[in-house]
Every structure is written in structure tokens, then in C-alpha cells.
């Protein structure tokens, strides 16, 4: 007969430990399973779409830190020092993939007016 609360102490029991080494040489395993069948993230189909998926996700979450209206500060390639200006169009384009963040300067710097490829971003101002 066991006495009472013989199992609940769990440090008196041995862990099975296994290297990484030995864990992928055996054949016996979830992993190798997965492996000789393609799943999961040794799908390299499903591995390419799963890093577009993120990636397209994170360009959405750095997207939605930007609201029209806000007070920004963006360094300018050929200006020198960072120039502020407000936020004036977040959204997607028809001329170009992902998230354009369009940025009014409180000086008149920039390429532009807020027109690109004949397209007028919404709330661009003429300088």
C-alpha cells in the first residue's frame, strides 16, 4: 500500500531529458512526423504565406499608429535635419502596395503636393 500524497511531489521524480541532436534523429517523433508530411512549417508553401501574412500584418499595426491629424517628425532624405509637419493621408494606394503616410510640413519641403501618378491623396493641400 502507497501512503498518501506518495506522487504529489514531482521533484522526487527524474526528468527524461533529450539534446536537440537526439530529438531529431529519431523517427518516432511529432517533428518527423510533420516533417515527411509536409505540415505545418515544413510546408514551405504554407511557410511563404504564413511570412507574407505577418508581414502584411505588421505594416497594418504600423499603419494604425498613424491617425490624420497627428503631429510628426520625419527626417528627409538630402534635408539635413528632422522636419515635423501633421499627418494628412494614411490608407492604401492604387499606385503602389502596402500603406502610404502622407505628411504635410510645417515647412515647405517635400517633393510635392500630395499628388502622385496623376492620383490627388485626399486632404493634400497645395503649398
Known amino acids: ?11 522526487k521524480v527524474e526528468k ?8 531529431t534523429k529519431r523517427t518516432d517523433t511529432v517533428r518527423a512526423f ?6 505545418g512549417r515544413f510546408n514551405p508553401e ?9 508581414a502584411k500584418k505588421e505594416v497594418e499595426g504600423q499603419a494604425a499608429c498613424f491617425k490624420v491629424g497627428d503631429r510628426c517628425q520625419a527626417t528627409l532624405p538630402g534635408h539635413g535635419e528632422p522636419k515635423r509637419g501633421t499627418v494628412r493621408y494614411v ?12 505628411v504635410q510640413y510645417d515647412e515647405p ?19
Open 34 to 39: 510533420k516533417e515527411r508530411n509536409k505540415l
Open 91 to 102: 490608407s492604401k494606394t492604387q499606385f503602389q502596395t502596402g500603406y502610404w503616410v502622407g
Open 1 to 11: 500500500s502507497t501512503s498518501a500524497g506518495e506522487y504529489e511531489d514531482v521533484s
Open 46 to 54: 504554407n511557410q511563404a504565406k504564413m511570412i507574407e501574412e505577418a
Open 16 to 23: 527524461f531529458e533529450l539534446t536537440e541532436d537526439e530529438y
Open 109 to 127: 519641403v517635400g517633393k510635392h503636393n500630395g499628388s502622385v501618378e496623376v492620383q490627388r491623396l485626399r486632404a493634400a493641400r497645395n503649398r
